[in-house]
């Protein structure tokens, strides 16, 4: 599917001068192509595929040392740990003793010491403490919680295809925003909003299939995506072009997948983590997103070599993408609690 005003293909190279770069307030609208019903039917497909109860609680980077990695998933408290071995363990952040929250206990040695009254949790059942069912995906820590989920429960997550690792540079991002998942999902499942909303980082957008990606899950494909002709900034005229496609493989995640340009390959996981209500009652949601990135031109070896450096970069583009995007679901989700929603 390809729409009259799809521009040609992106040519693989690296950088690309815009030789009539058209100023932010005379670019196409893209109002009439953003219809309503397109988002929301995609959001309710998204909606409806199983997740076998699994939440993606942070970064797998993010465990070892001293102290747990804590959170809440749907009001639950959670902490995930380095056990004997380097074996991830997850379960309640809460002490059974005397409930204690085990997000300020300490690690050692495996064990979880509860800084209360000195319980020991080594991952195995103790005390009334329960262990949750845990996956490391290579990027992401998932903890699964069926009375949360309230699915089938699996026996993994349903995680999304991505570059091996060994060739790749991850970086992950974590925001926080009042609103519900699928304010997120939603946000993520409007690709014409991109330049226009974020014209500090796109230009020259164009969503080229709208509802005609393909999406896999078991080794089934659907007609179920959004493709996009969009260019990277990146300073002045200079731009990289690129094909990307836009699926959601479970209710709660939406991937943007390069599939042509500079980058192919390379992944955009956005996982929407409900974390339960705040002081004034209002829902909170976790954006865990990961970006994968790889590359076949030789230089990204040396990228790969300089990740450390380059991770706080990467994190820190993706904190203002997110600063806008947060502000979009957040109002969606407003709206919405007030019956005033116009989609």
Sequence with gaps: MRSQQSPGRPRRRLLRVRQRPVPWQDQRPTWMDARPAVIAQALKRAQARPS????????????GGERPLAGTVGGREVVVWRGVGGRLVAGPGVCPHLGAPLTDS???????????????LDGTPFAGWEPLPVHDDGVLVWVRLDDVGGEPATAAPFVPRRPAGSAALSAVYVGVGACEPEDVVANRLDPWHGAWFHPYSFVDLRVVAPGGGTARRGGTE???GFTVDVSFKV???????????FTAPEPRTVVMRITEGEGRGSVV??????????SWG??????????IATSDRPGFAAARRAAPLLRPLIRAAAGRLWRDD??????????RSTNSFPG
């Design 52 to 63: 076998g109860n699994w939440y993606v609680v942070g970064a797998v980077r993010d465990v």
């Design 106 to 120: 300490a690690v050692r040695c495996g064990t979880l010491i509860c800084h209360w009254h000195g319980l020991a």
């Design 222 to 224: 659907g007609d179920d």
């Design 235 to 245: 300073a002045g005229r200079l731009v990289v072009p690129v094909r990307a496609e």
């Design 269 to 278: 996981e956005t996982h929407a983590t409900p974390l339960g209500p705040d």
């Design 282 to 291: 209002r829902p909170r949601t976790a954006v865990v997103e990961a970006v």
């Design 326 to 335: 947060l502000a979009y679901a957040e109002r969606r989700w407003t709206l």
